[in-house]
């Protein structure tokens, strides 16, 4: 069984701050995992994805997430929010032969200006 | 922008009325997804298609039936819509399934209210 947790559904920051936004997940297999987006009225949009070629994946919009196997983590990270990043944030993973993505329940960011 | 349409955008129903969602690809991929959206619940899944008339049950099918006689169409039906079937509804599509790298590409959703 495969699933992934965001801790924090609500996460605040300052204009110019680090983002941090987490997630863990729970594998059987070694997993594909991915982080989306989704600005408000729309639908989710890829961030970036781990697909085992490195640790350390950088993604759209200076966004980067470090697959750590020892913590079973994929937390996302940005080192200066912009306003523009206001937005709903889900983890994601798939790694078995279930055909299927499952998705963490979403972390809505606000940046204060 | 992958072309993925969904109609209708914003649909009001009442209790016990049939309701068919459609979702729409241009891209010729072989998956594609029906995923219910709620707050505290994020994405979970309901039906999903690996090809024409093939399709699976998610998470969360209860309530709901799916068709795809072609490629590019997948029709989400609620056969007697109910009040805890108020949700936004997003078709996503991908060329492999789950278990892979892939990259879901999702519609713009559907807001639908059932009074």
Known sequence: ?113 | DAGITQSPRHKVTETGTPVTLRCHQTENHRYMYWYRQDPGHGLRLIHYSYGVKDTDKGEVSDGYSVSRSKTEDFLLTLESATSSQTSVYFCAISERGGGSTDTQYFGPGTRLTVL
């Open chain 1, 1 to 113: 069984a495969q699933s992934v947790t965001q801790l924090g559904s609500h996460v605040s920051v300052s204009e110019g701050a680090l983002v941090l936004l987490r997630c863990n997940y729970s594998s059987s297999v070694p997993p594909y995992l991915f982080w989306y987006v989704q600005y408000p009225n729309q639908g989710l949009q890829l961030l970036l994805k781990y697909t085992s070629a490195a640790t350390l994946v950088k993604g759209i919009n200076d966004f980067e997430a470090e697959f750590k196997k020892s913590e079973t983590s994929f937390h996302l990270t940005k080192p200066s929010a912009h306003m523009s990043d206001a937005a709903e944030y889900f983890c994601a993973v798939s790694g078995d032969t279930g055909n299927q993505f499952y998705f963490g329940t979403g972390t809505s960011l606000t940046v204060i200006p």
